[in-house]
T-cell receptor, first 115, second 111 residues
Framework: DAGITQSPRHKVTETGTPVTLRCHQT?????MYWYRQDPGHGLRLIHY???????DKGEVSDGYSVSRSKTEDFLLTLESATSSQTSVYFCAISDWRQGESGELFFGEGSRLTVL | SQKIEQNSEALNIQEGKTATLTCNYT??????LQWYRQDPGRGPVFLLL?????KEKRKERLKVTFDTTLKQSLFHITASQPADSATYLCALTGTASKLTFGTGTRLQVTL
């Protein structure tokens, strides 16, 4: 199994509080991604990173920010959590190279409940 | 807008039969198509990748077809087993590094 660890795995928080989810990899893959998964919507890309300090937005980035100060860590922050951000969050990594299509390796997910 | 459609209804089949799952897409010209398996409470796991210039790809009991004219991929599991029960996701990518996923189809294989 690819070395991806997400923390925390479960979190319950209240509306308006900040939340940070952490993704840690031991594979030295260049690309890291944050997806959220909701019934009826499937997996949707929030943000991704293509290197240290290099990040870009996905299709559902509003209300989220990310940071990558080291190759192995990718943080997802909800500055002020809302109930609509209740979801399961998955981190993924990839060794994608130009002209190829690298598969994604996913973490086990972080279940976030915003009350 | 780009859209990927997978049958949202569960597919129920008997053990030993071939399961066929469909992935249709619109407003998209993917260079690659991937299939993943997801078990409840777990992250998706990569199964197969097929390129736009490939018609078919096989891996053990799995077969994927890719028809860029019909904008459709079919995912087959032959000799299905109860252990194949899971949700199967298709994902598309162009030349960039981002994958766009369908909503998945749940497969239930019964004895």
């Amino acid at each position: 199994d690819a070395g991806i660890t997400q923390s925390p795995r479960h979190k319950v928080t209240e509306t308006g509080t900040p939340v940070t989810l952490r993704c840690h990899q031991t594979e030295n893959h260049r690309y890291m991604y944050w997806y959220r998964q909701d019934p009826g919507h499937g997996l949707r890309l929030i943000h991704y990173s293509y290197g240290v300090k290099d990040t870009d937005k996905g299709e559902v980035s509003d209300g989220y920010s990310v940071s990558r100060s080291k190759t192995e860590d990718f943080l997802l922050t909800l500055e002020s959590a809302t109930s609509s951000q209740t979801s399961v969050y998955f981190c993924a990594i990839s060794d994608w190279r130009q002209g190829e299509s690298g598969e994604l390796f996913f973490g086990e997910g972080s279940r976030l409940t915003v009350l | 807008s780009q859209k990927i459609e997978q049958n949202s209804e569960a597919l129920n089949i008997q053990e030993g039969k071939t399961a066929t799952l469909t992935c249709n897409y619109t407003n998209y010209s993917p260079a690659y198509l991937q299939w993943y398996r997801q078990d409840p409470g777990r992250g998706p796991v990569f199964l197969l990748l097929i390129r736009e210039n490939e018609k078919e790809k096989r891996k053990e009991r799995l077969k994927v077809t890719f028809d860029t004219t019909l904008k459709q991929s079919l995912f087959h599991i032959t000799a299905s087993q109860p252990a194949d029960s899971a949700t199967y996701l298709c994902a598309l990518t162009g030349t960039a590094s981002k994958l766009t996923f369908g909503t998945g189809t749940r497969l239930q294989v019964t004895l």
